[in-house]
């Protein structure tokens, strides 16, 4: 499902509805810094799985993990089992188009991602 942009909502912050909205129940296809996509996938259950083996993660660390999502003052959190040392993080999540967004994670750091298809 795509949600509707016009000019003045290109820039806008998720809030907690659109997250569930827009998010859960998705899988959601991270950019790699060197190429290729990273995807996350946001399980109603509260769970969050990924698989990097496509970008050659499996060459530096555990190719795949899960862990737990939630939503936090209109941020999306997580918490890896293996991945980041299984540090929890939250991310601000910004309207870029149609079915694109920037992430802003807590440590400031960003990137972007598309909403790809229902799981």
Do not use: H
Request: a positive charge.
């Amino acid at each position: 499902m795509a949600f509707p942009v016009n000019s003045a909502a290109a820039e806008q912050s998720f809030t907690a509805s659109d997250i569930q909205k827009l998010i859960v129940g998705k899988r959601i296809y991270l950019a790699a810094p060197l190429g290729g996509e990273f995807p996350l996938n946001y399980r109603r259950s509260g769970v969050v799985d990924g698989s990097g083996e496509a970008v050659g993660l499996g060459r530096l660390a555990k190719p795949n993990d899960t862990g737990k999502w939630w939503i936090k003052n209109d941020r999306l959190c997580q918490q890896f089992t293996t991945w980041y040392k299984g540090a929890p993080m939250c991310f601000e999540l910004i309207r870029t188009g149609e079915t694109t967004l920037k992430w802003i994670r807590d440590n400031g750091q960003t990137g972007t991602a598309r909403i790809g298809e229902s799981i």
